[in-house]
């Protein structure tokens, strides 16, 4: 099978290569950068296309005769709004038009999206497919903009939107455990925000299901049942990092007006420097958002998966990961 596959060297996408490869799939992977995929992928390297998003020629020829797409590629950080639907929508729209042009024997077209995209929860209440979406971030909007685009195409399509992803490689969770390994952890909202969480490898099992037909023209949600909340998760990373230790970390949230301040602040001075940042003025919807739960009923009942990997175990799978590669 051939697949084709964009955000190569992102975290999702990454893992997502590997197994491709693991499974003997002939894979091709879109990067900007040759020589940083084959230090993240190592061997047996993909067959690696350097170009971007915007570029459709290279589209064309990357994806040609792909009998599956997954499209991990996408802005998570941005200074404006413009700038997340240039890619995260505009982009996807260059994207599926080369693949039409390029792929006639398509199988599926795989669009990896977030649960930002339909938005926050109710405690106690997780997300399901029939929900309308309810997007309160520029972020959430433009990857509910890019699932319309793909829906609208004419392709085969399956919309995947993972929750909070972690494990082994991902850089967004490891300011978390460097903060608790110092003893303390300040929450941009409630300590008490549930949260539902997918380790890596199940999400890449996910998706490697949902290439079957049932799955085609669905969205699934994809999510470990077990709800943690913020203070929970803090000190499962607290044990995993000093296990057998009793002492708990410091956990706990600002107000609300501390937390715009910081968000107005650190977005300026990214600003300065030329960069994007979490931590932005529009990022601060999310982070105060009472929970964000969802369900994978629909994933589990259509294709078999079951999500494997527990928040304790997952958390310590990560740690062990961080201390053998020397980023804690």
Same mark, same amino acid.
């Given at each position: 099978?051939?697949?084709?596959?964009?955000?190569?060297?992102?975290?999702?996408?990454? @893992?997502?290569?590997?197994?491709?490869?693991?499974?003997?799939?002939?894979?091709?992977?879109?990067? %900007?950068?040759?020589?940083?995929?084959?230090?993240? /992928?190592?061997?047996?390297? $993909?067959? !690696?296309?350097?170009?971007?998003?915007?570029?459709?020629?290279?589209?064309?020829?990357?994806?040609?005769?792909?009998?599956?797409?997954? &499209?991990?590629?996408? /802005?998570?950080?941005?200074?404006?709004?413009?700038?997340?639907?240039?890619?995260?929508?505009?982009?996807?729209?260059?994207?599926?038009?080369?693949?039409?042009?390029?792929? $006639?024997?398509?199988? %599926?077209?795989? +669009?990896?999206?977030?649960?930002?995209?339909?938005?926050? #929860?109710?405690?106690?209440?997780?997300?399901?497919?029939?929900?309308?979406?309810?997007?309160?971030?520029?972020?959430?909007?433009?990857?509910?903009?890019?699932?319309?685009?793909? %829906?609208?195409?004419?392709?085969?399509?399956?919309?995947?939107?993972?929750?909070?992803? +972690?494990? $082994?490689?991902?850089?967004? !969770?490891?300011?978390?455990?460097?903060?608790?390994?110092?003893? !303390?952890?300040?929450?941009?909202?409630?300590?008490?925000?549930?949260?539902?969480?997918? &380790?890596?490898?199940?999400?890449?099992?996910?998706?490697?299901?949902?290439?079957?037909?049932?799955?085609?023209?669905?969205? +699934?949600?994809? #999510?470990?049942?077990?709800?943690?909340?913020?203070?929970? /998760?803090?000190? &499962?990373?607290?044990?995993?990092?000093?296990?057998?230790?009793?002492? %708990? =970390?410091?956990?706990?949230?600002?107000?609300?007006?501390?937390?715009?301040?910081?968000?107005?602040?650190? @977005?300026?001075?990214?600003?300065?420097?030329?960069?994007?940042?979490?931590?932005? =003025?529009?990022?601060?919807?999310? +982070?105060?958002?009472?929970?964000?739960?969802? #369900? #994978?009923?629909?994933?589990?009942?259509?294709?078999?998966?079951?999500?494997?990997?527990?928040?304790?175990?997952?958390?310590?799978?990560?740690?062990?990961?961080?201390?053998? &590669?020397?980023?804690?």
């Amino acid at each position: 099978m051939r697949v084709f596959v964009t955000g190569a060297t992102g975290f999702v996408g990454s @893992h997502l290569a590997t197994s491709l490869l693991d499974r003997g799939e002939e894979v091709v992977c879109l990067v %900007r950068d040759v020589e940083k995929a084959r230090r993240m /992928l190592g061997e047996p390297f $993909p067959e !690696f296309v350097c170009g971007s998003l915007t570029d459709r020629e290279t589209l064309r020829s990357a994806c040609s005769d792909a009998d599956v797409v997954f &499209h991990s590629a996408g /802005l998570t950080t941005a200074r404006t709004r413009e700038k997340f639907f240039a890619i995260n929508a505009d982009a996807t729209q260059i994207l599926v038009e080369a693949v039409a042009d390029s792929a $006639p024997k398509l199988n %599926r077209f795989v +669009y990896i999206s977030s649960q930002a995209a339909a938005g926050p #929860s109710k405690q106690g209440m997780p997300r399901t497919e029939r929900d309308s979406p309810a997007t309160v971030s520029n972020y959430g909007a433009s990857k509910l903009e890019g699932e319309k685009r793909v %829906r609208d195409s004419g392709l085969p399509w399956t919309v995947v939107r993972p929750c909070a992803v +972690y494990g $082994p490689g991902d850089r967004a !969770f490891l300011t978390v455990f460097k903060l608790v390994r110092l003893g !303390f952890m300040p929450v941009l909202g409630s300590t008490e925000q549930e949260l539902s969480m997918v &380790h890596i490898s199940d999400l890449v099992d996910a998706l490697l299901r949902v290439v079957k037909p049932i799955t085609q023209s669905q969205t +699934y949600f994809v #999510s470990h049942p077990e709800t943690v909340t913020a203070k929970a /998760l803090c000190r &499962h990373i607290s044990s995993a990092l000093s296990p057998g230790k009793a002492k %708990r =970390p410091l956990v706990f949230g600002l107000p609300r007006w501390a937390i715009r301040g910081i968000l107005s602040v650190t @977005h300026a001075a990214a600003g300065l420097a030329g960069k994007s940042t979490f931590l932005s =003025p529009d990022k601060g919807n999310e +982070y105060l958002a009472e929970a964000w739960l969802c #369900s #994978s009923k629909k994933l589990e009942e259509d294709t078999g998966w079951c999500a494997e990997m527990g928040i304790e175990e997952g958390i310590l799978d990560t740690a062990r990961w961080y201390r053998e &590669h020397s980023w804690l």
